[in-house]
């Protein structure tokens, strides 16, 4: 009888251990979880706080100046509330980075334009290359002028250069395939846009 009281009591002692284990580990994986959601919520805020500060810069000056690269624009008035985003790519030179700003102008309340900034189009964009790849750059600029010259087809222009200081080669690129019908607009000062092109940093 005694053994089977004791045989009971370590069945409950390991059931009552099991359950108590299983709980901890149950709420270990909801902590996990909550942790995972709250960092999840954040990340939005984040994003979100990203896009609402980048809105939050389209301007109605129509000089665009940049400091840090040393240059700066005059933009029309189908350029109003403009604004711009950071972008970073490759370049086929020496496989470098480089910098680039994209131009967005604010799309109208009813369009269906599917973009990759919410509520804008970004129509071109403003690279800058290290003065350093100068050779290299213009060995590509010849190479695509002698294809084209060679084939009669000009997809795009092979030198894009708007600028150059010290530091930056500047080049100047529409980076539409289709656009809305204020992009459209707004595309035919691109190259009254580009001229305007100042360096303020030499």
Request: hydrophobic share 35%.
């Amino acid at each position: 009888m005694k053994k089977n009281t004791l045989s009971i009591a370590i069945c409950l002692l390991f059931i009552l251990t099991g359950c108590s284990h299983q709980q901890a580990n149950q709420n270990k994986k909801t902590d996990v979880k909550i942790d995972a959601e709250k960092n999840q919520i954040t990340n939005f805020q984040e994003q979100g706080e990203k896009i609402k500060k980048i809105q939050t810069q389209a301007s109605n000056s129509s000089i665009y100046k940049n400091e840090e690269y040393g240059f700066q624009i005059t933009l029309t008035d189908n350029w109003r509330n403009y604004t711009t985003i950071p972008m970073m790519g490759k370049i086929i030179l020496k496989d470098g980075d480089i910098f680039g700003i994209e131009f967005c102008i604010p799309l109208s309340a009813d369009s269906h334009m599917r973009t990759k900034m919410p509520g804008y189009e970004c129509l071109f964009k403003i690279s800058m290359l290290n003065i350093r790849e100068k050779e290299e750059y213009q060995k590509r600029v010849d190479l695509c002028e002698k294809e084209q010259k060679e084939t009669g087809r000009a997809m795009h222009l092979c030198n894009s250069e708007i600028g150059r200081s010290n530091e930056y080669i500047f080049l100047g690129n529409i980076i539409v395939q289709d656009s809305s019908d204020e992009g459209a607009v707004a595309l035919r000062d691109v190259e009254k846009i580009f001229s305007s092109f100042q360096v303020i940093k030499k």
